[in-house]
């Protein structure tokens, strides 16, 4: 007897019960969560504060070149064609325009020049004191971005050239400087070179530290000339980093308002701010030029480092690097040329700021001249008199309440700006790592990291229309969500780079364990990666603390420590805005020694430490 047994098959899932269960299967790893919804924050926080200034460019403003009728509300072509064929183009867009190109072109150059040849020094040669100028050279990095433009005022201003009073040349040494090296495109072009050539030495300098010696190994015992193993092995090999810096230096120097703006510059973003009041919408529109910049650097990033995938950090390379000898005397003489360039950059300035708060009046070097210390004053610092015309009804700073609690607000700021952002960016980080090759991964990265790569000013200014519109402005809570977005890519790219050097199986062995993912972080991944980690928070607090184009629009001018510093400026007292200087440097510092000392996190030996 033959039995014949029926098999009846399982119900076939409809089209739109499969895919709702691929969703959940796909959401049940927290990792594509936490990256849904990163991703969508994202793309709101930036997106949505571009979209709005873009409306603001062809929005009627009231009292404005654009409200022709006295309307006050509507939308009008105005602003583009008043910008763009008025009789004020060339000055108020095409001279600001080439200006800011100029300017970035020579701060990219500088910046590469000066911080490579000194990150090569220090790497693959025999220089002397290589640990005390490492440390030395990233100051002016750590400093606010005015400082050296300020020191550069004191320095070269003359009431022959410049007008106003004389600075520290003209004063002391009868030396007036010609305009064009105390003002203009020359001086605001070198001061953001060495501003951002420790940036410069911290990413080529990485190259150089981990560069296999094999390659030119190679060429020396085929006696390949030394200049030709530079150009055509040591140099391509660190072209990569070379980008990058280029990438990132420009455009930070595009949307650089401080330095232009002390000596005395018009970029474009010195000029919104002259039009922000009556051309409110003309001034959109050069915010608008500057975020498609960002735009372009952005794409022009991803096209550099399309073809670089390999993430690869333990090979079978040799483990010694190729030193070359610079000479019994020359490692000295070159030595002493860089702690001389050093002095001028990263010392001398602490010390002209501590100076020009004990000066009587601006510019007044008699002291230097006499040696008399009744040429001398503490006013600046003890003073418990508001009554004194020449302190504009100020206490000395040392009792100046207005001073002290725009301190304490800006650390407030910095502190909630580093935690939000350390965190949103270490989430990216570790995301994106475990979900490379997702177009949705690439978005989240990329949304993460365009802020970085669009000039601070117009950030700013779309979180100045964004933030109006929702009514927070001139709070905090906007600072700190402007900062969060801004200083996210500093975060998300040293996490991302240290959670791509993790094998997956470290993570595995503990989820065959049943170990919950907020476990696996806090206890196995976050420790092992602690000092990248740990970088991606103290970047965004230090650069919090010294900044100023990015907030400026956001508040009012006594709320944060950088905008008080502007405005004691505007108001002729230089003693007070050098002593906010000094006061800001003394803490970026402090808090930076304390992360290295502690966690082991360096700048000079790049994002992680050592």
């Given at each position: 007897m033959i039995t014949v047994q029926a098999t009846v098959d399982p119900p076939q899932l409809g089209g739109f019960s499969l895919r709702l269960r691929k969703i959940r299967s796909h959401l049940s790893k927290p990792?594509?969560?936490?990256?849904?919804?990163?991703?969508?924050?994202?793309?709101?926080?930036?997106?949505?504060?571009?979209?709005?200034?873009?409306?603001?460019?062809?929005?009627?403003?009231?009292?404005?070149?654009?409200?022709?009728?006295?309307?006050?509300?509507?939308?009008?072509?105005?602003?583009?064609?008043n910008l763009f064929g008025g009789r004020l183009r060339g000055v108020n867009f095409t001279t600001p325009l080439v200006n800011t190109v100029v300017m970035a072109i020579i701060a990219c150059a500088g910046a590469i020049l000066y911080g490579g040849t000194f990150a090569y020094l220090v790497t693959r040669t025999n220089l002397k004191f290589k640990s005390y100028l490492s440390s030395i050279f990233i100051f002016p990095y750590i400093m606010p971005q005015w400082t050296l433009a300020v020191v550069w005022n004191n320095l070269f201003n003359s009431h022959k050239v410049t007008g106003g009073s004389d600075g520290l040349l003209a004063s002391v040494f009868n030396i007036h400087a010609p305009l064009w090296v105390a003002q203009g495109i020359f001086p605001s072009g070198v001061v953001l070179a060495l501003h951002y050539a420790p940036f410069a030495y911290i990413l080529i300098g990485a190259i150089f530290r981990n560069m296999d010696a094999n390659l030119e190994e190679a060429a020396t015992i085929l006696n390949t000339p030394r200049w030709k193993t530079f150009s055509?092995?040591?140099?391509?090999?660190?072209?990569?980093?070379?980008?990058?810096?280029?990438?990132?230096v420009f455009s930070s120097s595009m949307?650089?308002?401080?330095?232009?703006?002390?000596?005395?510059?018009?970029?474009?973003?010195?000029?919104?701010?002259?039009?922000?009041?009556?051309?409110?919408?003309?001034?959109?529109i050069l915010a608008v030029t500057m975020m498609l910049f960002g735009i372009i650097l952005m794409v022009a990033n991803?096209?550099?480092?399309?073809?670089?995938?390999?993430?690869?950090?333990?090979?079978?390379?040799?483990?010694?690097?190729?030193?070359?000898?610079?000479?019994?005397?020359?490692?000295?003489?070159?030595?002493?040329?860089?702690?001389?360039?050093?002095?001028?950059t990263s010392i001398y300035p602490i010390i002209a700021f501590a100076f020009e708060t004990f000066?009587?009046?601006?510019?007044?070097?008699?002291?230097?001249?006499?040696?008399?210390?009744?040429?001398?004053?503490?006013?600046?610092?003890?003073?418990?008199?508001?009554n004194?015309?020449?302190?504009?009804?100020?206490?000395?700073?040392?009792?100046?309440r207005l001073i002290w609690s725009a301190v304490a607000r800006t650390l407030l700021v910095a502190v909630f700006t580093a935690l939000?952002?350390?965190?949103?960016?270490?989430?990216?980080?570790?995301c994106v790592s475990k979900n490379r090759r997702s177009r949705w991964a690439n978005w989240v990265n990329n949304m993460a990291f365009l802020p970085y790569l669009m000039p601070s000013l117009a950030v700013g200014v779309a979180f100045f229309v964004f933030g109006s519109n929702l009514g927070i402005f001139n709070t905090l809570l906007l600072l700190v969500i402007a900062g969060t977005v801004k200083y996210i890519p500093f975060a998300s790219r040293a996490s991302l780079n240290s959670m791509l050097q993790l094998s997956g199986e470290i993570e595995e062995s503990a989820i065959i364990q049943n170990i919950p993912w907020w476990k696996r972080m806090v206890k196995i991944i976050i420790p092992i990666q602690k000092s990248s980690i740990i970088s991606g928070y103290m970047l965004p607090f230090m650069s919090t603390l010294r900044e100023l184009t990015l907030f400026m629009m956001l508040v009012s001018q006594t709320k944060i420590v950088t905008t008080l510093l502007d405005y004691y400026d505007e108001m002729g007292l230089y003693a007070f805005s050098s002593a906010i200087n000094l006061i800001l440097i003394v803490i970026i510092l402090i808090f930076?020694?304390?992360?290295?000392?502690?966690?082991?996190?360096?700048?000079?030996?790049?994002?992680?430490?050592?």
């Open positions: 990792w594509n969560l936490v990256l849904l919804i990163l991703g969508i924050v994202l793309t709101i926080s930036t997106l949505a504060p571009m979209i709005t200034i873009v409306i603001d460019t062809i929005s009627v403003h009231a009292g404005s070149v654009d409200d022709p009728t006295g309307m006050g509300t509507g939308y009008t072509p105005l602003n583009w064609t055509h092995i040591t140099l391509p090999m660190v072209t990569p980093a070379v980008l990058s810096t280029i990438l990132l949307g650089s308002y401080p330095v232009p703006h002390y000596l005395e510059l018009s970029t474009l973003a010195t000029k919104y701010v002259q039009m922000n009041v009556n051309r409110q919408g003309q001034a959109s991803q096209l550099s480092t399309s073809g670089r995938r390999s993430y690869t950090t333990v090979t079978g390379k040799s483990g010694q690097s190729s030193t070359v000898n610079l000479g019994s005397a020359g490692k000295y003489v070159v030595s002493v040329i860089f702690l001389i360039t050093t002095l001028f000066l009587p009046n601006p510019g007044d070097y008699s002291f230097l001249k006499t040696g008399d210390s009744s040429n001398l004053t503490a006013k600046w610092w003890l003073s418990r008199d508001n004194d015309g020449a302190m504009f009804g100020q206490y000395g700073i040392l009792f100046n939000a952002a350390g965190t949103i960016g270490l989430l990216v980080g570790y930076n020694t304390l992360v290295n000392k502690l966690t082991g996190a360096s700048l000079d030996k790049g994002l992680g430490g050592n």
